[in-house]
């Protein structure tokens, strides 16, 4: 449809959304550990590679280029926090859980960019049923767990 190629931007720009609020969450370390210069040179780093990256993108993929290269901006920055963060305070962001959400989030951008959700909205529908029930399971559990807890008053 007409539509297409903005609908076709939507799963870079919400890849760049995720990558700058991990970037931010990385960035808390540096507050923690008083060395903030460092958010300002991670950002700084992260808007080279945006501007690059788009430059290069837009001549290849077009307005898509761009939305890719904000997403590689952003996760450049992040992952540039994360790696300096790592060394001031030693902590992990990976665990098998969110593996698993980037698998079957990256899953839903590529059934949505090669125009299977717009030939076949049942593969979508499916897909992002099951993908919502692996990422509601685990809260569902932490929610049981926490009705266990005894009140105060009961305690």
Known sequence: ?????????????????IATVLSTVAACVFQTAQKTKYIAI???VGAAVTALASCLGIQVLGCQGVALGLFIGAFAM???RYLIGRKIIPYSLVSAKSVL?????????????????????????IWLCAS???FLLPTLRSISALRRIPDSKDV
């Open 78 to 80: 992040f992952l540039g």
């Open 132 to 134: 919502i029930v692996i």
């Open 1 to 17: 449809t007409e539509y297409f190629e903005s609908y076709a931007l939507v799963p870079c720009f919400i890849s760049y959304g």
């Open 42 to 44: 991670t950002s700084l």
């Open 101 to 125: 959400f980037l698998l079957c989030y990256f899953g839903s951008c590529l059934i949505m960019t090669t125009g299977v959700a717009a030939d076949n909205r049942v593969i979508l529908a």
